[in-house]
């Protein structure tokens, strides 16, 4: 039976390829994780693992996100967490409320416009839900009373949660073309059908990007003591 180009060039990227490719982000995910952790008020730490992952979903989907996050969320807690079941639950949520809603978005709607939709979503998504789940499990992590907990919603985990989705949307809007570019010329990903943004508006996204990016970084620097 005949094919056509499309099929003949999806036939060439089977699913160990994608499998192959997931396991990569997944132990890159994990490494950044491991040398990138930074502290930022309390336990809280940032690292820019979700990044790694978030573009596992935009290149294969919402559940390679899921999946990607699941294996480096439980690695983790058995390698260098110190946070138990606890951490990994709040690792899994916080990464997944990130990352799916950005993949599924983008999904339906491959463009700039359709990325940048999906990581705000996600972002907003996962500052809400961070907060309810802190609310819930940290006074059990912490063994404090929830009544102490809760002024450390709004002055600690409110601060962080928005500190943390804004610096991996920036990272991710950043180096996910090159990452991708680097897949397609390495032949590891089927080239793109969707129409390519216009260069303008794609220094435009650059430069915000990394204005956002080092406002972020000079933030954690302050924080931390260092000037």
């Not at 978030?54 to 699941?70: E, H, R």
Request: charged share 10%; hydrophobic share 55%.
């Amino acid at each position: 039976m005949p094919t056509n180009e499309g099929q003949q060039r999806h036939a060439r990227f089977l699913p160990l390829t994608q499998m192959v490719n997931l396991a990569l982000l997944s132990a890159i995910a994990y490494v950044v994780m491991v040398f990138g952790r930074i502290p930022v008020v309390l336990f809280l730490k940032y690292d820019p693992k979700d990044v790694i992952i978030v573009i596992a979903g935009l290149i294969y989907g919402p559940f390679s996100s899921f999946m990607v996050s699941l294996v480096v969320s439980f690695v983790e807690m058995v390698t260098v967490s110190d946070t138990g079941w606890i951490g990994f639950a709040m690792n899994l949520l916080s990464t997944c409320c990130f990352a799916c809603p950005a993949a599924y978005l983008y999904k339906k709607k491959q463009s700039l416009v359709g990325a940048i939709i999906g990581l705000v979503i996600g972002g907003l998504l996962t500052v809400a839900v961070m907060l309810l789940w802190n609310y819930l499990l940290t006074p059990i992590f912490m063994n404090m009373d929830r009544a102490i907990i809760v002024p450390m919603l709004w002055s600690a985990f409110l601060p962080f949660n928005l500190l943390k989705v804004t610096l991996n949307a920036a990272l991710t809007m950043l180096i996910y073309k090159p990452v991708v570019g680097a897949l397609r010329k390495a032949n590891l990903i089927p080239p793109s059908t969707a129409a390519l943004p216009k260069a303008k508006r794609n220094l435009g996204v650059i430069l915000v990007s990394a204005c956002v990016l080092l406002t972020c970084i000079l933030y954690l620097m302050a924080s931390n003591g260092v000037f």
